[in-house]
């Protein structure tokens, strides 16, 4: 009964996105213009405001499992950094344009970023290391975005990537949508197969193996499949940030701590975040729009920094 609670209201959350500001469709009427804005304008910054945030969950929960700590996450790890970093080089530079291309070039930038942070904490890394591990690949790779987008040929670079550096869902197309989710879906879907062993790699690796799972191959491929399915909505709608560390935070408290059960929910609680933040950014009373990414960072930093005063208690306890 919970669970469709939950999915009621990520559903009703959902519509709300689609349908409000209600006004600019009642002065449209009937005359097909409203249908127009609803399927061309606001279906795929819902559909991407919806698969973002699940992938982002998801993807949380999968890298908390597999390095056994609450503070893996996306953002947290660099590889949000990492595909911000692969999309520039592959827009500003060579040249591409295709959502596709761009997707694949994200993807790739958030793989660098994962295999850069296991070469320099490993996967059993204690919190302090994966933490500055990430911060280093973080700032690596944000350097390398600022740099590359100062020396790029278009003298406007940083004026035409402002908006999507902030995490954007406005003015997005079908095509840029199918191009962004796609991809995440396949990847997402290969990661909930791994839902049973993540929940043995709890109790070991020597058990996970007795039971069938192979521990190193099973890393190799959440990292690669979490790379493609956060870089490829990265390199669409920009970096949005904490919603891969608090989703999972909480969907935790409804899979009493099992890592693996853990996916589903803090995939619809990513989605409902990430909805509701947009929804925030769209029709709060100022001039402009507030780009998601700042909404969501704004209220995910007193969560992190929250997370982060429960472990130090708990060291020092």
């Not at 007795?210 to 099973?218: I, K, N, Q, S």
């Not at 920009?238 to 891969?244: L, Q, R, T, W």
């Amino acid at each position: 009964m919970r669970w469709f609670a939950i999915l009621g209201a990520l559903i009703a959350l959902a519509a709300a996105h689609l349908l409000l500001p209600w006004a600019p469709l009642a002065v449209l009427g009937d005359d097909g213009l409203a249908a127009t804005l609803l399927v061309e304008l606001r279906l795929p910054r819902t559909l991407l405001a919806l698969g973002y945030g699940a992938a982002l969950g998801l993807s949380g929960a999968a890298l908390q499992a597999l390095f056994a700590n609450p503070l893996a996450s996306p953002d947290i790890t660099g590889s949000t950094s990492g595909a911000a970093l692969g999309a520039v080089i592959a827009g500003y530079w060579l040249g591409l344009a295709s959502p596709l291309a761009m997707a694949a070039a994200g993807a790739f930038g958030a793989l660098v970023a994962l295999g850069l942070l296991l070469g320099l904490a490993g996967r059993n890394a204690e919190p302090a290391s994966l933490l500055l591990a990430g911060l280093a690949v973080s700032l690596a790779a944000g350097a390398g975005t600022s740099l590359a987008l100062a020396l790029a040929p278009s003298p406007f670079a940083f004026y035409d990537a402002f908006d999507w550096l902030m995490g954007s869902l406005a003015d997005r197309s079908l095509e840029q949508a199918a191009a962004a989710l796609v991809p995440a879906a396949i990847a997402s879907l290969l990661v909930l197969r791994r839902t049973k062993a993540l929940d043995l790699m709890v109790l070991g690796e020597d058990v996970a193996a007795a039971a069938g799972v192979r521990p190193r191959r099973m890393a190799v491929e959440l990292v690669v499949l979490c790379a493609i399915a956060v870089g490829a909505c990265v390199a669409v709608c920009g970096a949005i940030g904490f919603v891969g560390l608090i989703a999972p935070i909480l969907a935790r408290r409804l899979s009493a701590g099992h890592p693996g059960r853990a996916m589903v929910p803090a995939a619809l609680i990513g989605g409902a975040l990430v909805l509701g933040a947009d929804l925030i950014s769209r029709t709060v009373l100022l001039e402009r729009a507030i780009p998601v990414g700042v909404i969501t960072t704004l209220a995910g930093t007193p969560l992190f920094l929250a997370v982060l005063h429960g472990m130090r208690r708990r060291l020092t306890s």
